[in-house]
């Protein structure tokens, strides 16, 4: 059986919390590059993990604060896959992975970083990807910062859009 061990997330599993929704702080928060929101939907997100498994990690949330898929209503649940449809192919464009991870945890027995608001998370993968780096050196490869895959993801989601796929 293979693993991926993710010693950096450890960071976030420990440290300190702002108060309330991390997920709804960032539906709130005007400035994208403060949120690391790529795109808003009427009823769904889409958002930079802020301690993602592989660059590019993304995931893609209802508006609404509910903490599981089967509250939502099917306008929402249909936006919510839309959008992790959409990141895939802005991601095929931005970082030509070889293929995807896409999952929703919830409950914190299934993994659940944040369990209160359901989200998908959508990663992408190149052959090769769980490389020594992580394992020996404590150390993750992520070749740019957070922000700037941000925008690059929104200039992507944005021209599939305008380009009516």
């Known amino acids: 059986m293979d693993h ?4 950096w997330r ?6 300190e919390r702002p108060p309330g929704c991390a997920l709804c702080n960032a539906l709130a928060e005007p400035c994208e590059d403060l949120s690391l929101v790529a795109h808003r939907g009427e009823h769904a997100f889409v958002v930079m993990n ?8 993304v995931m893609v949330v209802p508006n609404r604060h509910v903490s599981t898929l089967e509250l939502l209503d099917d306008e929402e649940l249909l936006s919510v896959m839309k959008l992790a449809n959409l990141s895939v ?3 095929r464009n931005l970082a030509a992975p070889d293929g995807f991870n896409i999952g929703v945890n919830l409950g914190s ?17 190149w052959a090769g990807d769980t490389s020594f780096m992580p394992v020996l050196a404590q150390t993750r490869v992520i ?3 957070l922000s700037d895959t941000r925008r690059k993801l929104a200039e992507s989601i944005h021209g599939l859009l305008t380009a009516g796929g």
């Not at 802020?50 to 990690?57: E, K, L, S, T």
């Open 50 to 57: 802020r301690y993602p498994y592989n660059n590019g990690h």
């Open 4 to 7: 991926l061990w993710t010693p």
């Open 10 to 15: 450890m960071e976030y599993l420990r440290g």
């Open 109 to 125: 027995a299934a993994g659940a970083g944040i369990e209160a608001h359901c989200h998908v998370h959508v990663v992408p993968r």
């Open 89 to 91: 192919a802005a991601l």
């Open 143 to 145: 070749p740019e910062s």
